[in-house]
């Protein structure tokens, strides 16, 4: 791949500001600077640029679907991880946000660190809708707290969520948070007197965890989701 598409997809601008960046400042490329931004690298070169040391593997992007019982991390000494279920050769992946080990449901899986910080970052806003079975009924008092937003013990009230029935005993819901605090959905239940028996995240943004997609098992995106990502960070970029 040609230096200047490396540090584009990396995020340190289009390819007009990259070629303005290496003028004035050199990229390393295997300890030889360079202000060509047509060099060729490979996956083993050592790129360094602005300080930072720039990995040349090509982004890969899987939408999994995590089961209960696995942790989102790198390694557990007690559990099975998320890379029990993806091969991680190179141990460049990571899961774009976390679920807890007993919430199933849709996870981004990507080495693309842009990508991770656009669809996380509190800044940009993103829904996650969750499917939840609860300990009992929710009520409009309930509706309306969590779209005023909810004191959850954090130094800040939630933001506002959205609670909508799954059936009609009002057990099931959906809810809608734009935030990924830590148990948040489960903490907001709480706060409300309720409890979480059952959590599964249904969506993130415009990704949506499809019914032919099993649980512990991953797909790339598709052609059309590649889209939705690009789409979708440039909006989330200039929100
Ligand atoms: N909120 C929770 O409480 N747990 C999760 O895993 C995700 C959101």
Redesign the pocket.
Known sequence: MRLDKLLADRGYGTRKEIKKLLQKNSAIINGVPTKDGSAKVVVDDRVEFLGDVISCESMIYYLFHKPAGCVCANEDALHPTIFHYIPNPRNQLFSVGR??ID?EGLLLITNDGVLAHNLLSPRHHVDKV?YARLDHAITEADIQAFQAGLDIGDDTNTMPADLSPANEAGDEIYVTIKEGRY?????MFEARGNA?CY?K?MSMGPFVLDDTLPAGSYRPLTPEEMELLSDYTNQSEES
């Open positions: 679920l807890d919430t969750y148990h948040q959905v489960k903490r979480v959590l995240r």
